[in-house]
């Protein structure tokens, strides 16, 4: 991840997850504007083609994407 806040643009259709690190906050959006909050941090997020997940931390955490 990039400096904090970071903006995970999804490439398809799929699920983030976030491990390790600081995570101070975490916001959905759909379309790059409106961002809502995500009330769960360390866990598994769906995400559509061209969402983002903007994740805001203290230390680096880890995004994994899995498609599907």
């Not at 400096?3 to 959905?28: H, L, T």
């Not at 009330?39 to 769906?46: K, N, R």
């Amino acid at each position: 991840l990039g400096p904090s806040p970071f903006d995970f643009i999804a490439p398809n259709n799929g699920f983030v997850m976030v491990s390790g690190g600081g995570v101070k906050r975490m916001q959905y959006s759909t379309d790059g504007a409106t961002f809502f909050d995500v009330g769960q941090f360390y866990a598994s997020h769906p995400v559509t083609l061209g969402a983002a997940l903007r994740i805001s931390y203290i230390g680096t955490p880890i995004a994994t994407f899995f498609p599907g």
